[in-house]
């Protein structure tokens, strides 16, 4: 079944904390992306991964970390949360880079 | 820089009409790729058409079709036979050989009534 499955759905966590977010795809893709969507602002690219362990920044990384150890998982990660962060997170994956990228549920995060 | 634009925030139709919105964008690319994408009241983010920008025919998936004027740097969606699960917020997006991911315009909210 091809699908990008994204845990935790939703996610409360205090300023200061650490966060993980965690992204997987049973289609073997090799690019796979983390957005986040704020009202007025769309979707905008956080970092993007080539294949294991090959990640770019995307449009706004700042605060944000990833790690792709294998193809199928792809983590982001906030180290020392901000109520700035508070967004809903996409993780996306695709066979290639000019393939239309398939989205998760996405991840509801609210950093108090 | 790619930059993709939605002028249009919200359209509401009749059910079984046809509803159209636009789309512009910007690149200096001679080569990219355009895509449309719907996303529901739950929140899904759902593929619904593409188009290669070396092709000339306008592409069609389903009552989704596209309306590509290249030298308008417009791809416009069409939605032919509306029906009431085709509310949604639809997103135009875009990805040259530059860029890092695609680009998302804000969207356009249509909603369908009986």
């Known amino acids: 079944d091809m699908k990008v499955t994204q845990m935790p759905r939703y996610l409360i966590k205090r300023m200061g904390e650490n966060v993980l977010l965690e992204c997987g795809q049973d289609?073997?893709?090799?690019?796979m992306y983390w957005y986040r969507q704020d009202p007025g602002l769309g979707l905008q690219l956080i970092y993007i991964?080539?294949?294991?362990?090959?990640?770019s920044e995307g449009d706004i990384p700042k605060g944000y970390r990833v790690s792709r150890k294998k193809r199928e998982h792809f983590s982001l990660i906030l180290d020392s949360a901000k109520t700035n962060q508070t967004s809903v997170y996409f993780c996306?994956?695709?066979?290639?880079?000019?393939?239309?990228?398939?989205f998760g549920e996405g991840t509801r995060l609210s950093v108090l | 820089a790619q930059k993709v634009t939605q002028t249009q925030t919200s359209i509401s139709v009749m059910e079984k009409t046809t509803v159209t919105m636009d789309c512009v964008y910007e690149t200096q690319d001679s080569s990219y790729f355009l895509f449309w994408y719907k996303q529901t009241a739950s929140g899904e983010i759902v593929f619904l058409i593409r188009?290669?920008?070396?092709?000339?025919e306008n592409a069609t998936v389903g009552h989704y079709s596209l309306n590509f004027q290249k030298p308008k740097s417009s791809i416009g969606l069409i939605i032919t036979a509306t029906q009431i699960e085709d509310s949604a917020v639809y997103f135009c997006?875009?990805?040259?050989?530059?860029?890092?991911?695609?680009?998302f315009g804000l969207g356009t909210r249509v909603s369908v009534f009986p």
């Open positions: 289609m073997s893709h090799e690019t």
């Open positions: 996306a994956s695709s066979l290639g880079t000019h393939q239309a990228p398939l």
């Open positions: 188009q290669d920008s070396y092709k000339k």
């Open positions: 991964s080539y294949d294991v362990d090959s990640n």
């Open positions: 997006a875009m990805r040259d050989n530059y860029a890092q991911g695609l680009t």
